[in-house]
């Protein structure tokens, strides 16, 4: 079946950098996006990002940028997202979602199928 | 970017009862709305897709209706399993993907 497992829980300081890793398995890795998105605690989803691991491509959300980066690793079905200059708003649970594909009127849209159980990540001095 | 806004942003509802969740799109999506479900301490669960199409699995006491900006998810007999929150999320005009801000549904 479809698993996505995501790496352990983080404790970081301000201004330190992170490293989330997200593994596939079950479906055959490159032929689906992978989204990352974030849920500070009692609030609600928020939409990071996107990678094609097929052949890296990447798009970010506007808040993020120049702080994220999303990367693949082919031959372990493995996706990672790292987010630098850490502060105390960005503690959060992170999840990696699949991107199911949708062909409709002549377009693909995606959506998110089956997602991670998340890795919390914690920033504090 | 496209903004959702869900109503009610919580409700209390008995078990057996029907409840209706609006979603709100600041522009037309043409059907491209999922739910997801998320119960406290996991990861969000896909419940439907294109706005009416149930994900595998998921309970026929589901559903999903609307189009252009106005979208419902009912649960037709609220059943114990089911108090939780519950998302909405457009994949229409992408990047970004937005998501509502969430309805969490609680025991009367």
């Known amino acids: 079946q479809v698993q996505l497992v995501q790496s352990g829980a983080e404790v970081k300081k301000p201004g330190a950098s992170v490293k989330v890793s997200c593994k596939a398995s079950?479906?055959?890795?490159?032929?689906?996006?992978m989204h990352w998105v974030r849920q500070a605690p009692g609030q609600g989803l928020e939409w990071m990002g996107i990678?094609?691991?097929?052949?890296?491509?990447?798009s970010y959300a506007q808040k993020f940028q120049g702080r994220v980066t999303m990367t693949r690793d082919t031959s372990t079905s493995t996706v990672y997202m790292e987010l630098s200059s850490l502060r105390s708003e960005d503690t959060a649970v992170y999840y990696c979602?699949?991107?199911?594909?949708?062909?409709?009127?002549?377009?693909?849209?995606?959506?998110?199928?089956?997602w991670g159980k998340g890795t919390t990540v914690t920033v504090s001095s | 970017d496209i903004q959702m806004t869900q109503s009610p942003s919580s409700l209390s509802a008995s078990v057996g009862d029907r409840v209706t969740i609006t979603c709100r799109a600041s522009q037309g999506i043409s059907n491209s709305l999922a739910w997801y479900q998320q119960k406290p301490g996991k990861a969000p669960k896909l419940l439907l897709y294109?706005?009416?199409r149930l994900e595998s699995g998921v309970p026929s006491r589901f559903s999903g209706s609307g189009s252009g900006t106005d979208y419902t998810l009912t649960i037709s007999s609220l059943q114990p399993e089911d108090f939780a929150t519950y998302y909405c999320q457009q994949y229409y005009s992408t990047p970004p993907w937005t998501f509502g801000q969430g309805t969490k549904v609680e025991i009367k």
């Open positions: 079950g479906y055959t890795f490159t032929s689906y996006y």
């Open positions: 990678i094609n691991p097929s052949g890296g491509s990447t």
């Open positions: 294109a706005a009416s």
């Open positions: 979602a699949r991107g199911m594909e949708e062909f409709r009127f002549n377009y693909y849209y995606y959506y998110m199928d089956v």
